[in-house]
């Protein structure tokens, strides 16, 4: 009886840890203190007694955004550098403007599960699993109120193939999700990734990465 109510115990323990993505608050909310000098793992608080409605809150994500650059794409995120309430919550936002045909490249959050919705606009989206078993591709065509997961740590990516303007609003499983996009951590790491090195691994000639790391690789999140 003992054992077994370990037992349940210790799985209900491995699961919390499973689902949870950032770790879980000791305290109603730990607004983050921005400018503290205190390194920790997310922020500091700031006095819980200082904390206002303001902490909590982001206006504006009704705005479009301007995608008028090279990938056609405008990443508003909202995660606790623009609310410091969401410090230890374990949740973010973001805002996707796509222009036609724009594209947000391949990339990853290391931090979190991404939902997105599609406000406006047709979006083909997808992501790819992990080397083991076949780094399999799952797809989608989303219109307008089309729900997609993009499970944490993999890559994945949103292209807008319609003729008008999109937009899609995503919730992160962390209160600073990141962003890696690939194409800009592997050709425009600073300093560059030896040519040697990324010839081998891409299967490419040394000319090839040399011209590709000599590109601009654009960072379209704000
Ligand atoms: C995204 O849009 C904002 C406001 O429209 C603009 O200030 C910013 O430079 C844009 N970012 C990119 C990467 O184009």
Same mark, same amino acid.
């Given at each position: 009886?003992?054992?077994?109510?370990?037992?349940?115990?210790?799985?209900?323990?491995?699961?919390?840890?499973?689902?949870?993505?950032?770790?879980?608050?000791?305290?109603?909310?730990?607004?983050?203190? %921005?400018?503290?000098? $205190? *390194?920790?793992? #997310?922020? /500091?608080?700031?006095? =819980?007694?200082?904390?206002?409605?303001?902490? +909590?809150?982001?206006?504006?994500?009704?705005?479009?955004?301007?995608?008028?650059?090279?990938?056609?794409?405008?990443?508003?995120?909202?995660?606790?550098?623009?609310?410091?309430?969401?410090?230890?919550?374990?949740?973010?936002?973001?805002?996707?403007?796509?222009?036609?045909?724009?594209?947000?490249?391949?990339?990853?959050?290391?931090?979190?599960?991404?939902?997105?919705?599609?406000?406006?606009?047709?979006?083909?989206?997808?992501?790819?699993?992990?080397?083991?078993?076949?780094?399999? %591709?799952?797809?989608? $065509? *989303?219109?307008? #109120?089309? /729900?997609?997961?993009? =499970?944490?740590?993999?890559?994945?990516?949103? +292209?807008?193939?319609?003729?008008?303007?999109?937009?899609?609003?995503?919730?992160?499983?962390?209160?600073?999700?990141?962003?890696?996009?690939?194409?800009?951590?592997?050709?425009?790491?600073?300093?560059?990734?030896?040519?040697?090195?990324?010839?081998?691994?891409?299967?490419?000639?040394?000319?090839?990465?040399?011209?590709?790391?000599?590109?601009?690789?654009?960072?379209?999140?704000?």
């Amino acid at each position: 009886m003992a054992a077994h109510f370990l037992f349940l115990a210790l799985l209900a323990l491995a699961s919390s840890h499973a689902i949870a993505s950032d770790p879980s608050q000791l305290q109603d909310f730990c607004v983050a203190d %921005l400018e503290s000098n $205190v *390194l920790v793992n #997310g922020f /500091v608080c700031k006095d =819980p007694k200082l904390a206002k409605a303001e902490d +909590f809150f982001f206006s504006g994500l009704d705005k479009p955004r301007d995608t008028g650059n090279k990938l056609g794409s405008n990443v508003t995120q909202v995660n606790v550098n623009q609310i410091p309430g969401l410090n230890t919550l374990g949740i973010s936002l973001a805002r996707l403007d796509f222009a036609p045909y724009g594209v947000n490249p391949p990339h990853i959050h290391p931090r979190g599960t991404e939902i997105l919705t599609v406000l406006e606009g047709t979006l083909h989206v997808g992501f790819v699993t992990s080397n083991n078993p076949n780094n399999q %591709l799952f797809t989608k $065509v *989303l219109n307008k #109120g089309d /729900v997609f997961v993009f =499970p944490q740590g993999l890559i994945h990516f949103q +292209f807008n193939y319609g003729k008008t303007n999109a937009v899609a609003i995503a919730a992160l499983s962390s209160q600073n999700p990141g962003v890696i996009t690939i194409a800009n951590a592997v050709f425009g790491a600073k300093p560059p990734i030896s040519d040697y090195v990324l010839a081998k691994a891409f299967q490419l000639d040394k000319k090839t990465v040399d011209w590709l790391q000599a590109q601009f690789w654009m960072d379209n999140n704000n």
